[in-house]
Each structure stands twice: as C-alpha cells, then as structure tokens.
C-alpha cells in the first residue's frame, strides 16, 4: 500500500521559510517521480512542483518558481520542498504525491497523495 506522510508545515509571516518533508513507504520510490500539489481557497488543487525518479530534473508552478526548491533522497524514500520568500496566497494544505512513472506528472487528480501539511502564511 502506497503511503505518504508529510509534515514540517506550519504558521510563517510573509517572506519566511519552511521546509515540508515527505516520508513514503509501499513502493519502489527509486523509480517514480513525485510531486507536490496545494490546495488553496484561491485556485482549489494546483500542483506545485515535480521532480524526476533521479532527481534530476525539476518543475515548477510559475506562482513558485525561483522561491521553492523540490529535491529527494532516494536513500530514505523522502521528498522536500523548501519555501521561501513566502505570501499569503502560498497559505494552503501542501501534499506530496507519487508520479505514474519516472517523468515529471503535472497533474493533481488520479494520482495518490498523502493527508497533507498546512502552510499558513500570516503577520
């Protein structure tokens, strides 16, 4: 069984950081890329960014790029997603969530995803 369990959300002020962690199990996690998707009360479920099974190849949503970084460890089955720079349109439930194969996915429906971490960016 696929299981994915993110944590490290949490209250931040505007500009802040956070790291989100992705601890997974049930699967071959060499071999899959994973993503990260949000909900927000803005745009509903967006995907955020994606990285390939080695970890080689990154994407990023443009409400994000140049302020999150997506990586993995394939040691420890895990994928992170720094935040930085944040605004209040980054408050949402942040999930991490397992590709169909080795390449990038942007998608947000029919793929499985964690219980998710919430993010609230706030002064």
């Known amino acids: 069984e696929v299981q994915l369990v993110e944590s490290g959300g949490g209250l931040v002020q505007p500009g802040g950081s956070l790291r989100l962690s992705c601890a997974t199990s049930?699967?071959?996690?060499?071999?899959?890329?994973m993503s990260w998707v949000r909900q927000t009360p803005e745009k509903g479920l967006e995907w955020v960014s994606g990285i390939d099974a080695d970890g080689g190849y990154t994407a990023y949503a443009k409400s994000v790029e140049g302020r999150f970084t997506v990586s993995r460890d394939n040691s420890k089955n895990a994928v992170y997603l720094e935040l930085n720079h944040l605004k209040n349109q980054d408050t949402g439930m942040y999930y991490c969530?397992?590709?169909?194969?080795?390449?990038?996915?942007?998608?947000?429906?029919?793929?499985?995803r964690g219980q998710g971490t919430q993010v609230t960016v706030s002064s």
């Open positions: 969530a397992k590709a169909t194969s080795r390449r990038v996915l942007r998608a947000t429906a029919g793929i499985p």
């Open positions: 049930g699967f071959n996690f060499n071999i899959y890329a």
